[in-house]
């Protein structure tokens, strides 16, 4: 199994529910790579997609434990059971989060990194580079 993460430079990957800094290529990345595939994600990083939605034209595989219906995923309240709903796909990635990768690690086969030269101080506000950082 792989995983997709975006690093900054001290290897964090966000804070507070959220990323910081995003870039455009990378999301493409993103997008090339999970294409198709399975994902597996923690419910509070699916709080943190577009609208809180799964992605659309991947299987996504949301991690959760409490007792809920996710429109358009499937829902696994374990380690285990993620990994049982993925073995049904040829190809499957772990987009996070924190937590998630944690568990997950020692499944992995292959992780891609995208390591961005940013660090930042958070609390200053939620998002204190992104209008600033384009590519
Ligand atoms: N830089 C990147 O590439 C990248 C990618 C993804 C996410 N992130 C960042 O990662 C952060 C979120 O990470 P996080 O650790 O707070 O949250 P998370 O891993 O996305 O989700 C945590 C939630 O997953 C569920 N969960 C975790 N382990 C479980 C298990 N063994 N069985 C059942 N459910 C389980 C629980 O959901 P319930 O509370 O519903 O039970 C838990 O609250 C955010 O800041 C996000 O932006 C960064």
Redesign the pocket.
Known sequence: MEA????FSDWG???????QVVLKADRAHFRELTKDAAVI??????A?FPGGKPLKGRSNIV????DIAIEGAEV????EEALSLAAKYPRTLV??????YR?FLPYLDLVHVTQMRASFILFLNRNPFAHLIKE
């Open positions: 997709i993460v975006a690093v990957i966000g804070s507070e529910g959220t990323q994600v923690g419910r509070r990083t699916l943190d991690v959760t434990r409490q696994a309240h374990s380690t987009i996070g989060g924190a937590s998630i568990q």
